[in-house]
């Protein structure tokens, strides 16, 4: 018994000896951390000093401190960021809705900044610029080198002044010049119409309007239509919308789904993680819904499309999305600043990233870019038929109602190939929503 107390004993000592001996080289891992933590800051702090007292120029301290910081936190990933007090407040107003600008979402890439995507009616947008170009001057001064924040203040300028950009667009051999007036950019959330018997709701922003324009404008184009027994589908065109709250896109994603999750997000830590799941209620009634994208669709547009898709509630016409994955907190700061960091990872209800991939459409549809009209398209002779032919004979087989539908149906197909004209993409959905129309309900 003494032998085996002993024994014992002995055991747990040399437990005690060995967590000790495996302890005592963390702990001075971890000291020797802290201190080289420290020791960056004093040098930190022997750099601004001496910025500030021997550099050609005298600075502004505050503004020295400020790059620091946002140098800091741009070095972490293209979205995270300082907001000064200025920018902070230009931040909130454009939640509301309101802002001044040029109208376009931008991110930066390879030191030039890139277009996510134009806002619609914006300057930018009727000035032609698209998702994708890249803009390497501003006003002649290029802005390779500079922070995001720092190309987007030289963009910025008051309401009805000139600014002319230099674009590199793919597909063009050289960079070309944009000349946009600024303005105060009015966003319209959602503009809603109708095409024949199909609602499109084409969604711009996503920002405290989305959501209410949204229902408002559905149920405004469903009365017109005599009601949702006359409507035969959706359209939710998200084409070159960059997102904007997080909280929107789950609402509209909720509009037309009854249940399951929409989107989840994970932090750093796995207990930091959310799950935003579908309340009952379609808004939509259960009518098919075809979801537009494109490489201008970013983040809340992602979030909405991949709910859609995963879900089977949508078919997803386009091209791939941008790839915008990640959810960015906005922190108060002293001082009136905000401070911009990336906290997180979303995920479609499949469980699947989009980071860097995007959403893929179920069905690929390139917007075919619109080709000169040729000088000859207005003299083109019209095609001769039967009916011009002098004396030809009546069709003695139709009532005048039936003749009266036939040339209305007529009309109608010259009107979708306009569309197709027009717009290629949003025709190919409308096509879809015709042919799953044409098969009536399931049963």
């Not at 931040?91 to 109208?103: A, H, N, P, W």
């Not at 084409?202 to 559905?218: C, E, H, I, S």
């Not at 038929?385 to 069709?395: F, H, K, P, V």
């Amino acid at each position: 018994m003494k032998k085996f107390v002993a024994a014992a004993l002995g055991g747990t000592l040399a437990g005690v000896i060995a967590a000790t001996q495996v302890a005592g080289p963390l702990l001075a891992e971890e000291s020797a951390r802290h201190n080289n933590v420290y020791e960056q800051l004093d040098l930190f702090g022997d750099i601004f000093e001496r910025i500030r007292v021997q550099y050609v120029e005298e600075v502004d301290e505050g503004d020295l401190i400020e790059a620091a910081i946002n140098g800091m936190l741009t070095s972490l990933d293209p979205h995270s960021s300082y907001l000064s007090p200025d920018d902070a407040a230009d931040m909130r107003v454009q939640t509301r809705g309101e802002f001044g600008g040029l109208g376009i979402e931008v991110t930066q890439e390879e030191g030039f900044v890139k277009v996510v995507s134009p806002i619609d009616g914006t300057p930018a947008d009727t000035a032609g610029i698209e998702a994708g170009d890249l803009i390497t001057h501003v006003d002649g001064e290029s802005v390779l080198g500079l922070t995001l924040d720092e190309a987007v203040e030289k963009m910025r300028g008051p309401v009805g002044s000139e600014i002319i950009i230099t674009v590199a667009r793919e597909g063009e051999n050289e960079p070309f010049d944009v000349s946009i007036i600024r303005d105060t950019i009015k966003l319209t959330a959602v503009r809603s119409r109708t095409e024949g018997s199909t609602v499109v709701l084409r969604v711009t922003t996503f920002n405290d309007q989305t959501t209410p324009n949204l229902q408002a404008g559905f149920e405004k184009q469903v009365a017109e239509l005599g009601g949702m027994e006359n409507v035969n589908g959706i359209v939710l065109d998200l084409r070159n919308n960059p997102g904007g709250l997080l909280t929107q896109a789950i609402k509209v994603s909720d509009a037309f789904l009854e249940k399951g999750e929409i989107v989840s997000t994970r932090g750093r830590n796995p207990e930091d993680g959310d799950r935003y799941n579908a309340t009952p209620g379609d808004l939509a009634e259960g009518k098919p819904i075809v979801v537009l994208i494109n490489g201008g669709s970013a983040s809340a547009s992602e979030i909405v499309a991949g709910a859609l898709k995963d879900h089977r509630r949508a078919i997803v016409v386009g091209t791939k999305s941008f790839g915008k994955g990640s959810v960015q907190t906005v922190m108060p700061l002293r001082g009136d600043g905000a401070m911009r960091l990336t906290t997180a990872r979303y995920y479609t209800p499949s469980g699947r990233s989009i980071q860097s991939l995007g959403v893929s459409p179920d069905i690929i549809v390139e917007q075919p870019r619109r080709a000169p009209a040729s000088e000859d398209t207005d003299d083109k002779r019209k095609m001769r038929t039967e009916a011009d032919l002098r004396g030809s004979l009546d069709n003695d087989s139709l009532s005048e109602d039936e003749i009266r539908q036939i040339e209305e149906d007529r009309a109608k197909a010259e009107d979708a190939a306009k569309l197709r004209e027009d717009d290629y993409q949003l025709a190919y959905a409308i096509d879809i929503l015709k042919g799953l129309s044409a098969l009536g309900p399931k049963k």
